[in-house]
């Protein structure tokens, strides 16, 4: 059996999708309640079907939906003042509570990383994920006091954040704007675009961004410096110059460096180093290439949030435990604390999975119940015809 094949899907969903589980924690309570009964979930179907404002009442009903359906993928929506499946009954239908959610996406580091590009994701980039994992889960955790945060890599090139806590959950879309726009420092920028200074005019570091840091630090040594050797190619270093605001530094390291084109990042961060102890410690320039130097470490690797999908409560994010249609993975959750030996390479694949199904059921001659295989990380927190469009 092909491993993405629809009978594949189709086994996956009967047998090990953990239903109840999703219900658990999207509902907050034994018994179902708003945040269920009026929660969109949307489906994509052969053909690029996409179906819209689908509810359920139970989990057994979404289910039985789909397993029916048999989705390549589904997401899960906002709460909305109806059930989503009356739509078209209804004189308005509002959105009135969501999860706060984060998307962080690989491909947004394109410009810095030279290990790939484009949906391609190894060990050493996945560090980019890890570092953006540790600042943002302690930053919300200390600056906002929300607890119930929820890690599920999304089977590819990135990692989404789930926010549940009630007041999270009621956040409007302005405030959410606000927080992301807080959280959301530093974004990728055009080609032949100068690089941003991260600091306002006579002001420091905005405090998002004096929080994260420390934690940085290590990941710029070994990350930037070492793995990526991101300076060590002429355009490379060109973009490291970019923040300089001395001419006379960019001028002698310029010269030293298209002099010298083997030397890697490492010694062209000494070099620069070395020309900032050149001016006396009470020097305006020496202030300013400092700060430039913080601005560089932080630019290379603060998270680079995706902040469309922060913003607005009606944006549906893939459901966890989804299978992504490209790799085969399982969008599986993610401990925070362990995020550094996590592989996105060794993710179990659908393909896995009933393959061990098979060996169960061959050495107990029966399957186990529903959902048995997948384990419950997840922590606890009617059919209808639904709207269908092709994307464009």
């Given at each position: 059996?092909?491993?993405?094949?629809?009978?594949?899907?189709?086994?996956?969903y009967?047998?090990?999708?953990?239903?109840?589980?999703?219900?658990d924690?999207l509902?907050?309570?034994?018994?179902?309640?708003?945040l269920?009964?009026?929660?969109?979930?949307?489906?994509?179907?052969?053909?690029?079907?996409?179906?819209?404002?689908?509810?359920?009442?139970?989990?057994?009903?979404?289910?039985?939906?789909?397993?029916?359906?048999?989705?390549?993928?589904?997401?899960i929506?906002?709460?909305?003042?109806g059930?989503?499946?009356?739509?078209?009954?209804?004189?308005?239908?509002?959105?009135?509570?969501?999860?706060?959610?984060?998307?962080?996406?690989?491909?947004?580091?394109?410009?810095i990383?030279?290990?790939?590009?484009?949906?391609?994701?190894?060990?050493?980039?996945?560090?980019?994920?890890?570092?953006?994992?540790?600042?943002l889960?302690?930053?919300?955790?200390?600056?906002y006091?929300?607890?119930?945060?929820?890690?599920?890599?999304?089977g590819?090139r990135?990692?989404?954040?789930?926010?549940?806590?009630?007041?999270?959950?009621?956040?409007?879309?302005?405030?959410?704007?606000?927080?992301?726009?807080?959280?959301?420092?530093?974004?990728?920028?055009?080609?032949?675009?100068?690089?941003?200074?991260?600091?306002?005019?006579?002001?420091?570091?905005?405090?998002?961004?004096?929080?994260?840091?420390?934690?940085l630090?290590?990941?710029?040594?070994?990350?930037?410096?070492?793995?990526?050797?991101?300076?060590?190619?002429e355009?490379?270093?060109e973009?490291?110059?970019?923040?300089?605001?001395?001419n006379?530094t960019?001028d002698?390291?310029?010269?030293?460096?298209?002099?010298?084109p083997?030397?890697?990042?490492?010694s062209?961060?000494?070099?620069?180093k070395?020309q900032?102890?050149?001016?006396?410690?009470?020097?305006?320039?020496?202030?300013?290439?400092?700060?430039?130097?913080?601005?560089?470490?932080?630019?290379?690797?603060?998270?680079?949030?995706?902040?469309?999908?922060?913003?607005?409560?009606?944006?549906?994010l893939?459901?966890?435990?989804?299978?992504?249609?490209?790799?085969?993975?399982?969008?599986?959750?993610?401990?925070?604390q362990?995020?550094?030996?996590?592989?996105?390479e060794?993710?179990p694949?659908?393909?896995?999975?009933?393959?061990?199904?098979?060996?169960?059921?061959?050495?107990?001659?029966?399957?186990?119940q529903?959902g048995?295989?997948?384990?419950?990380?997840i922590?606890?927190?009617?059919?209808?015809?639904?709207?269908?469009?092709?994307?464009?």
């Amino acid at each position: 059996m092909d491993a993405l094949s629809p009978e594949a899907m189709l086994t996956f969903y009967r047998r090990l999708y953990p239903f109840k589980s999703v219900y658990d924690w999207l509902n907050h309570d034994s018994m179902p309640t708003r945040l269920w009964t009026h929660r969109e979930f949307a489906f994509t179907l052969a053909g690029d079907v996409y179906v819209r404002y689908k509810s359920y009442n139970s989990p057994d009903e979404l289910k039985t939906d789909v397993c029916k359906l048999n989705p390549s993928r589904f997401e899960i929506g906002p709460v909305y003042s109806g059930r989503p499946r009356d739509k078209k009954t209804l004189r308005k239908l509002t959105p009135l509570q969501r999860e706060l959610v984060f998307d962080i996406d690989m491909t947004d580091y394109d410009e810095i990383r030279t290990c790939c590009s484009d949906a391609n994701i190894c060990r050493k980039c996945w560090k980019w994920i890890s570092a953006a994992v540790q600042v943002l889960d302690g930053a919300i955790r200390d600056q906002y006091g929300y607890e119930q945060l929820l890690w599920v890599y999304s089977g590819r090139r990135g990692i989404h954040l789930w926010i549940s806590d009630q007041e999270a959950l009621e956040l409007t879309d302005q405030q959410r704007k606000s927080i992301v726009g807080w959280m959301a420092a530093v974004s990728a920028v055009k080609e032949g675009t100068k690089r941003p200074n991260l600091r306002t005019a006579n002001k420091g570091l905005p405090p998002s961004l004096v929080a994260a840091r420390e934690t940085l630090l290590p990941y710029f040594s070994e990350m930037i410096l070492e793995e990526q050797d991101c300076f060590g190619s002429e355009k490379g270093y060109e973009k490291l110059l970019d923040f300089l605001p001395d001419n006379k530094t960019v001028d002698a390291l310029r010269s030293k460096w298209s002099a010298d084109p083997s030397r890697d990042s490492s010694s062209k961060w000494s070099d620069l180093k070395a020309q900032i102890r050149n001016y006396e410690k009470a020097s305006p320039i020496r202030a300013q290439l400092m700060a430039a130097m913080e601005d560089i470490i932080l630019y290379y690797t603060y998270p680079r949030i995706d902040a469309e999908v922060s913003k607005h409560r009606n944006h549906l994010l893939k459901a966890p435990f989804c299978i992504h249609p490209k790799t085969g993975r399982v969008c599986v959750p993610v401990d925070p604390q362990t995020i550094d030996k996590f592989d996105p390479e060794k993710v179990p694949t659908i393909g896995q999975l009933l393959s061990e199904l098979d060996q169960l059921i061959a050495v107990d001659g029966q399957e186990n119940q529903p959902g048995t295989i997948l384990p419950n990380t997840i922590p606890p927190a009617c059919q209808s015809d639904g709207e269908t469009t092709r994307p464009m």
